[in-house]
């Protein structure tokens, strides 16, 4: 059984401001947590208004990359094609179950 080792807070600036001094700032807003595991496995899950997503953080295979989507010409012939999606795979097998677990 995996044990939580590390929580981090996952977050986004929402907007800039211009503080007292004249330095710019940004407000931040955590939308979500990477959680690394004893094991050294790292998973993620990220909240929002309807809801959270959770997922699994992988090393980048650089051997397997996506190819570049194909440019497009804007012509009529092409304007009705549906756009292709390339590189991107749904795998949700292998989720860590124990995500709820803190140690």
């Not at 407000?27 to 998973?43: M, P, Q």
């Not at 549906?82 to 140690?103: C, I, L, V």
């Amino acid at each position: 059984m995996a044990n939580v080792q590390n929580k981090e807070n996952m977050t986004i600036s929402i907007r800039e401001y211009t503080d007292g001094q004249g330095q710019q700032k940004k407000v931040w807003k955590t939308i979500g947590e990477l959680i690394t595991w004893d094991d050294g496995s790292k998973s993620f899950e990220l909240w929002g208004p309807t809801g959270s997503t959770k997922g699994n953080v992988f090393a980048k295979d650089d051997n397997n990359q996506a190819q570049a989507p194909q440019q497009q010409n804007n012509n009529a012939s092409s304007f009705n094609q549906a756009p292709q999606q390339q590189g991107y795979q749904n795998n949700n097998q292998g989720f860590n179950q124990n995500n709820n677990q803190q140690g």
